[in-house]
C-alpha cells in the first residue's frame, strides 16, 4: 500500500529541484491561508452576516406589524426610517413576482433566504441583491398589498470581507515572489553545475566554468573542476605519450626500410618489408587514436555538408549516401566525420555495396549504415568495440589495423551523447545504427 502510494507521488511530483523547492515552501503558505480564510469565513464573517440579517428581518417584521395596525400614520413611519435608517419603503398593489431574484450560491441571499422564510413564510417575501449596486430590494406580501424595501447593503452584509481576504492574499503572493527569486537564485548554480558535467562528459573545454552558490554547492563545483582537471591532463599525458611513442617508432622504421632497399637478397628483402609496412599501418592507427583523444571545440554543423564532404572524399560509385536537408546538431566536425569515415570504409572493404541513410526524429539523428559484406556474428557485437580486438572469422574488420576502428566510432559517439547498436542490414551485411541528440 505505501509503495503505490509512495509511487504515485512520485509521478505526481515534478522532477526538477526548482519545483520541488518551490512547493516546500508555496505549500504551508498557501494551506495557512485557506485555514486562516475558512476559519474567518466560518466563525467569523458568517456568524456576523446571520445576526446582521436576522436584526434587519426583525425591523422588517416589526414594520409591517405595525403597519397593519395603524395605518394612519405610514408617512410618519417611513419617513422616521428613510431619515434615521436610511430605509426606502413603498407600499402598493402591484402584483407580487413570481420568478425569484436571489443568487444560489451567494453566502448573503442564503442567509437573508433563511431569516425572510422565519419571518413571513413561504411565498411571501421576495428579494435581490444584484439589482442595485449598494443595496438589497425586498418585497413583503401583507394582505393585498406589497410592502417595498430598499435597504443599503451594508445592512445586510459585513464589508470588511473583501478587504481581509485582500489583506490576506497579497501579502501571500509577495512572499512567493520572493520566494521564487531566492529559489531561482539558489538552484541556478546546480543548474550550472549539471551543464557542465554534461558537457564535459560529451569531450568539450570546460574552461569558463565558475563555482557560485551556498556552501555545499560551491564544494561540489570546486571538486568537480578539480576532478575535470585531473581527467584532462591524464588524458593529454597519455594521447602525447602514445604519439611520442609513434612518431619515435617511425624513425628507426623508415632507416629499416631503406637499409633493406640496400639488401641484396630480394626474397628477404621483400618479406620484412611486408612486416615493417604493417608496422607503419599500426603506428598510424595509433596515432590516429591519440589524434582523437586531442580536444576539440564543440560548434553546431550540418549533416548534409558533412556526407557530401566524405562522399567526395571517397569518390566512391558503391557509396550512396540519402540525407534529409537542414540536420544540424551541436558537435566536433572532425571528431564525427572521422567517426562516420571509419564505418564507411571498413563497409567499402569488405562488401560491394554500402548505403547511408540519415534521418531526422523528434530529438534525435539517425544515421544508418547498411552493407552487403560478410557481417559479424551477432556474439561479436560487443566485443568488436573493445581497443584492440580483432576478428579471426568471417569477416576483420581490423586486417588493416590494430583494432581500433571502431573503439574510436564507440568512443566519439558516446562523447556526443549518443549511442550506437550493430545489427543485420537488409543488404544481408552489417548495419550500423547511430542515435545523435540534436
Known amino acids: 500500500m505505501f509503495s503505490g502510494l509512495n509511487k504515485l507521488i512520485k509521478i505526481i511530483l515534478p522532477k526538477r529541484l526548482f519545483y520541488r523547492a518551490l512547493i516546500i515552501v508555496a505549500a504551508p503558505t498557501i494551506i495557512l491561508q485557506l485555514i486562516v480564510t475558512i476559519v474567518?469565513?466560518?466563525?467569523?464573517?458568517?456568524?456576523?452576516?446571520?445576526?446582521?440579517?436576522?436584526?434587519?428581518?426583525?425591523?422588517?417584521?416589526?414594520?409591517?406589524?405595525?403597519?397593519?395596525?395603524?395605518k394612519k400614520n405610514l408617512d410618519f413611519f417611513t419617513d422616521s426610517y428613510k431619515n434615521n435608517f436610511?430605509?426606502?419603503?413603498?407600499?402598493?398593489?402591484?402584483?407580487?413576482?413570481?420568478?425569484?431574484?436571489?443568487?444560489?450560491?451567494?453566502?448573503?441571499?442564503?442567509?437573508?433566504?433563511?431569516?425572510?422564510?422565519?419571518?413571513?413564510?413561504?411565498?411571501?417575501?421576495?428579494f435581490s441583491t444584484s439589482k442595485f449596486k449598494n443595496a438589497v430590494e425586498i418585497k413583503i406580501k401583507s394582505e393585498k398589498e406589497v410592502i417595498e424595501f430598499v435597504i443599503p447593503k451594508e445592512l445586510v452584509s459585513a464589508s470588511s470581507v473583501r478587504l481581509f481576504v485582500l489583506w490576506t492574499t497579497l501579502p501571500s503572493i509577495l512572499l512567493l515572489i520572493i520566494a521564487l527569486i531566492f529559489l531561482k537564485n539558489q538552484t541556478r548554480p546546480l543548474v550550472k553545475l549539471a551543464?557542465?558535467?554534461?558537457?564535459?562528459?560529451?569531450?568539450?573545454?570546460?574552461?569558463?566554468?565558475?563555482?557560485?552558490?551556498?556552501?555545499?554547492?560551491?564544494?561540489a563545483a570546486f571538486e568537480f573542476d578539480r576532478m575535470a582537471k585531473r581527467i584532462n591532463r591524464h588524458l593529454n599525458q597519455r594521447s602525447e605519450m602514445l604519439s611520442g611513442i609513434s612518431h619515435d617508432l617511425r624513425t628507426p622504421l623508415t632507416r629499416l626500410k631503406l637499409q633493406l632497399a640496400m639488401l641484396n637478397q630480394k626474397d628477404i628483402s621483400k618479406n620484412m618489408s611486408k612486416d615493417i609496412d604493417e608496422m607503419e599501418k599500426m603506428l598510424n592507427d595509433y596515432l590516429q587514436f591519440a589524434k582523437n583523444k586531442v580536444q576539440e571545440s564543440t560548434?553546431?554543423?550540418?549533416?548534409?555538408?558533412?556526407?557530401?564532404?566524405?562522399?567526395?572524399?571517397?569518390?566512391?560509385?558503391?557509396?550512396?549516401?540519402?540525407?534529409?536537408?537542414?540536420?544540424?546538431?551541436?558537435?566536433?566536425?572532425?571528431?564525427?566525420k572521422r567517426c562516420f569515415e571509419n564505418i564507411i570504409q571498413n563497409g567499402l572493404t569488405y562488401g560491394e555495396n554500402v548505403k547511408v541513410e540519415v534521418k531526422k526524429g523528434n530529438n534525435r539523428v539517425s544515421i544508418i549504415v547498411e552493407d552487403d559484406g560478410p557481417g559479424i556474428p551477432e556474439e561479436q557485437f560487443r566485443n568488436v568495440f573493445k581497443?584492440?580486438?580483432?576478428?579471426?572469422?568471417?569477416?576483420?574488420?581490423?586486417?588493416?589495423?590494430?583494432?581500433?576502428?571502431?573503439?574510436i566510432v564507440e568512443d566519439v559517439v558516446n562523447s556526443h551523447g549518443g549511442n550506437i547498436q550493430l545489427g543485420k542490414s537488409r543488404l544481408n551485411g552489417l548495419q550500423v545504427k547511430i542515435s545523435l541528440p540534436f
Open 299 to 336: 560548434t553546431s554543423l550540418n549533416l548534409n555538408q558533412l556526407f557530401h564532404q566524405i562522399k567526395n572524399n571517397f569518390n566512391e560509385e558503391k557509396l550512396t549516401i540519402s540525407c534529409e536537408n537542414d540536420i544540424s546538431l551541436s558537435g566536433r566536425p572532425l571528431a564525427l
Open 195 to 219: 551543464k557542465a558535467a554534461e558537457k564535459f562528459g560529451k569531450g568539450d573545454y570546460v574552461n569558463d566554468f565558475r563555482a557560485s552558490g551556498a556552501a555545499e554547492i560551491r564544494k
Open 40 to 70: 474567518f469565513f466560518d466563525s467569523i464573517w458568517i456568524k456576523a452576516n446571520k445576526n446582521t440579517t436576522r436584526a434587519l428581518v426583525a425591523q422588517l417584521k416589526t414594520i409591517e406589524e405595525i403597519y397593519q395596525n395603524d
Open 387 to 407: 581497443p584492440f580486438f580483432r576478428l579471426d572469422k568471417s569477416r576483420s574488420l581490423n586486417k588493416s589495423g590494430i583494432g581500433l576502428g571502431l573503439a
Open 86 to 126: 436610511n430605509f426606502e419603503i413603498g407600499i402598493n398593489q402591484d402584483e407580487f413576482p413570481k420568478v425569484s431574484g436571489e443568487r444560489k450560491f451567494s453566502p448573503m441571499d442564503r442567509s437573508l433566504r433563511r431569516e425572510l422564510k422565519s419571518a413571513f413564510g413561504n411565498n411571501n417575501y421576495w
